[in-house]
């Protein structure tokens, strides 16, 4: 598989706090990977800056061989919007927009008509098994339902990867697994790749390479071998 997204000694600093240090990962086109760490454990940052919504204070971050680092304000938003799904644990729907409208809302800023817009947005609402509560809006959901509208939506555009921060965090355990079910759908049977950071060590057997972070540091990067060795052993092969 080809690579989508590399990040390359990445830090991010807020002031003398050092969020995230020498951050350096690969992932591959179709992967699913989980990030978990502690809480302050720099995962959630780390999120943020592949997803463009931080900017790093050193290294690069890759989407396809592009620097996204490099992207002005404007740049980062259409990259996104063409190629990044995004879902939070706050599901940031809009009170006052039905399931569907929430769902079309990215396609806004496009010259989509309105006819295609409620389309799109009823086939992604299909998908995720929410056809028929379409017109209902978020305080008509159950949490599960929100937060599966909420991945419609960031699938509307059809996305090589979706970011996904703590998705489960405000759902009980039966809405939980539905969505953790809908993720491995979308990446066996379309490809897309996700990160998914979380805490739950059920949530993060959905996915096929559990990233540990601690401290700000990628600890381990998913095959059991920590950072450390791995750095050792590139040395000695250098030698």
């Known amino acids: ?17 050092k969020a995230v240090q020498s951050a350096s990962l690969t992932l591959a086109a179709g992967e699913f990977v989980a990030i978990m760490g502690r809480s302050g454990s720099g995962k959630t940052t780390l999120l943020h800056l592949l997803a463009g ?3 790093p204070t050193s290294g690069r971050i890759l989407f396809r061989g592009q620097d996204i680092s490099r992207l002005n304000e404007d740049q980062l938003a259409l990259w996104r919007r063409e190629h ?3 879902v939070f644990q706050a599901f940031h729907l809009i009170p006052t927009l039905s399931a569907v409208e929430n769902v079309a809302f990215p396609l806004f800023p496009t010259k989509v008509s309105s006819e295609e817009r409620r389309r799109k947005a009823l086939a992604r609402l299909e998908q995720v098994g929410l056809g028929q509560r379409a017109g209902h809006r978020p305080g008509q959901l159950s949490g599960g339902e929100q937060q599966r509208v909420a991945i419609a939506r960031a699938l509307i555009n059809q996305p090589s990867l979706i970011l996904a921060d703590e998705p489960t965090g405000n759902l009980d355990s039966q809405s939980s697994a539905e969505v953790m079910q809908l993720f491995r759908q979308l990446n066996r049977e379309q ?13 993060a ?9 601690k401290d700000g540091k990628i600890v381990t990067n998913g095959d059991g071998v920590p950072i ?8 000695k092969e250098a030698v």
């Open 228 to 235: 450390t060795q791995h750095s050792a052993s590139s040395m």
């Open 84 to 86: 990044v799904g995004l």
């Open 191 to 203: 490809g897309v790749a996700i990160v998914l950071v979380t805490h739950d060590d059920e949530v």
């Open 1 to 17: 598989m080809n690579d989508i997204l590399q990040t390359e000694n990445i830090d991010k600093s807020f002031g003398s706090l």
């Open 53 to 55: 919504l931080e900017s």
């Open 205 to 213: 057997a959905a996915a096929g390479r559990v990233i540990e972070m």
